[in-house]
């Protein structure tokens, strides 16, 4: 497919990174020439506004099958979508950063009016940098947790305590619940699938996938090791904070949120009618030690500032808080930092926005449900096509690493072992490496 993006922002560079090797990628920006990262991708360049109609005739957008808007500016983007629209009726993608223009874009008002000039997807990478962290403060302990088939088949990250019952226990020798499977493990930062004979070591970071229930008891048995969160520090008042507050409140968990803005915290004061707000600075220790924010069930360091989050989740940690610690990163490659100086979870909106955006340009019947340790690998939901003859599981002839953690058939699920045979017309949810996605692919759409 031939993709034009608008606007070579870091979140333009992250698209074009991951989408250049499968796809004609063409990138457009004001600058005269692209900053030296974008050197290394297969692309091309054309410098011109969004908004110009000769530039984007030169850019042929009549042989272009999608155009996605991503530059620092949401206006510049809403424009470029709709200047699109002028020339040819093909898909659009704007990201914007406010919640009015998002509320306003996406209304179920606007679609009592429609034209063909209208964007086709709107993402708001903090509305969905919010659902990835109430996620995770839903399942303590766990550093990554994602749902699946409406809640029914899920994802739990857990990093392997020292004193964990599965240190140095070789996968096969394993106790689960029925209906679990380990599908990855990232050790050392590098994310990887194991068989068998893999022994878990301490400070690894296991996957599990299987059904909800099965996933639910696994988080009761072995990883709970406290009750769950009652009481939430947020520290940033932003959109993503007023959000995330919203929710706790709404799931009956304690709120404490700190905001160095006068004004902000005002405005949250009113809007939140269960919640402490704090006028203060999340890097005073004093302020810190006096609200007891160490003793909260989870610590939330969501500013806009990743160097200012970090020094936040610190002085959490200075405090002698043994409780889970979820910092926002802007730039997810500083984001193995974060982890090195002892952050449990680290959360992107780019990479939140990422998953989303992927879903949008991916081929019939497949989609990319989740993002794994900074993209290395995914978890791809795709439909066997009609044609697909019954096959065992451990007949397919996989030359690549992925494993099938659920199958879906009609209103069942299944969570597969060697023996079972897939058929026509299932739904997999299969966890790969990165590398490997294409050929998953077409190992079972021809």
């Known amino acids: 497919m031939n993709l034009l993006i608008y606007g070579a922002t870091e979140l333009g560079y992250m698209i074009a990174l991951r989408l250049y090797q499968e796809h004609s990628v063409t990138l457009m920006d004001d600058l005269e020439k692209l900053p030296d ?28 099958g999608l155009f996605i808007a991503c530059a620092g500016l949401d206006e510049a983007n809403i424009v470029a979508c709709w200047t699109v629209k002028k020339i040819v009726d093909i898909e ?34 903090e509305q969905l940098l919010t659902q990835d962290i109430f996620r995770i403060i839903s399942v303590p302990d ?33 106790s689960f619940p029925k209906d679990v499977l380990i599908v990855g493990i990232t050790r050392n930062h590098n994310l990887f699938i194991p068989d068998g004979s893999t022994r878990i070591l301490a400070d690894d970071k296991v996957i599990f996938m299987g059904t909800g229930v099965a996933l639910d008891s696994l988080a009761g048995s072995i990883f709970r090791t406290r009750d769950s969160i009652k009481t939430a520090v947020l520290i940033g008042g932003g959109s993503v904070g007023f959000m995330l507050a919203r ?41 810190l030690e006096g609200e007891f924010v160490g003793d909260a069930g989870v610590i939330v ?44 979870v680290v959360v992107s909106p780019r990479e939140s926005a990422l998953t989303e955006l992927l879903n949008r340009v991916q081929a019939r019947d ?62 997999l949810k299969i966890f790969t490496m990165a590398e490997d996605a294409e050929a998953v692919k077409r190992l079972f759409i021809k």
Not at 37 to 64: H, P, R, T, Y
Request: aromatic letters at 6%; hydrophobic letters at 40%.
């Open 366 to 427: 497949v989609d990319i449900l989740a993002l794994v340790e900074g993209g290395q690998g995914e978890v791809l939901r795709l439909t066997l096509p009609d044609d697909f003859p019954d096959t065992r599981v451990i007949d397919l002839q996989f030359h690549v690493r992925a494993v099938i953690g659920v199958v879906k058939r009609g209103r069942r699920l299944i969570v597969p072992c060697g023996e079972t045979e897939i058929k026509a017309g299932d739904q």
């Open 247 to 287: 929710k706790l409140e709404q799931a009956g968990i304690k709120v404490k949120l700190i905001d160095h803005d006068k004004d902000r915290c005002v405005f949250l004061a009113d809007k939140l009618k269960k919640s402490l707000i704090l006028h203060g600075d999340g890097t005073d220790l004093e302020l």
């Open 142 to 174: 766990a550093v990554d947790v994602e749902y699946f088939a409406e809640g029914r088949a899920k994802l739990f990250e857990y990093r392997i305590k020292e004193d964990s019952v599965l240190r140095d226990t070789r996968v096969m020798d394993c």
């Open 92 to 125: 659009t993608i704007c990201f914007v950063r406010t919640m009015e223009l998002y509320r306003n874009l996406s209304s179920p008002k606007q679609h009592r009016y429609l034209t063909r000039y209208d964007i086709d997807t709107i993402i708001w990478p």
């Open 37 to 64: 990262k974008f050197n290394n991708l297969d692309i091309s360049f054309i410098s011109g506004s969004g908004a110009d109609v000769d530039a984007l005739e030169q850019a042929d957008m009549k042989k272009c």
């Open 301 to 344: 360091c969501i500013t806009n500032n990743d160097e200012k989050n970090l020094l936040c989740s610190l002085l959490v940690k200075q405090l002698g808080s043994d409780r889970r610690i979820i910092t926002r990163v802007s730039n997810i490659r500083t984001a193995q930092l974060f982890e090195r100086v002892g952050i449990d």
